[in-house]
């Protein structure tokens, strides 16, 4: 009996453990390689996943962003009119694939071109979570006497 078991809390509190989540997150994967993809960091907050879909059709696909996960599936209408295939090598079968994003990571445009499904990736992380520089203050009333003192010294 196979369970999906969800390693990210793991991952988020512990360190140097990455190799270990990747095995066992690989070993209870159920991945044939279809369809192959690229992921790409664009620049410093910004990535982007390339998914080849040669043969689908934008309406065929369906690309769906949850808090941490991207599913990209796809199926493709049946070709009634098309004749009687003597080879048929453009694998036309039905896909999904999965991909688990880091925290703050947001999907946003996607779009096919060349048979490639390109979607974009950003990391947004909130305000509040961004680090913030804190003044320091010295003591006022300190900084008074002792410049109250250096001047009665200089006028002696």
């Not at 036309?92 to 999907?107: G, K, N, P, S, V």
């Not at 680090?131 to 300190?142: H, M, N, V």
Request: charged residues 30%; proline residues 4%; negative net charge.
């Amino acid at each position: 009996m196979r369970t999906n078991f969800d390693f990210a809390p793991y991952r988020r509190s512990t360190v140097g453990f990455d190799r270990l989540f990747n095995l066992l997150e690989a070993g209870a994967r159920d991945d044939d390689g279809y369809p192959p993809f690229d992921i790409l960091k664009d620049g410093e907050d910004s990535y982007r996943i390339t998914v080849a879909v040669a043969g689908f059709r934008p309406e065929d696909i369906e690309v769906v962003a949850q808090q941490n996960l991207l599913t990209v599936s796809g199926k493709r209408a049946e070709d009634a009119d098309r004749g009687e295939y003597l080879h048929r090598g453009i694998a036309a079968r039905a896909f999904e694939r999965r991909f688990q994003l880091a925290d703050f990571i947001e999907a946003g445009e996607a779009r096919v071109e060349n048979g490639l499904l390109s979607i974009a990736l950003k990391r947004v992380v909130p305000e509040a979570m961004k680090p913030r520089k804190i003044a320091i203050a010295g003591s006022t009333a300190a900084n008074d006497r002792i410049a109250h003192q250096e001047r009665a010294l200089e006028a002696a």
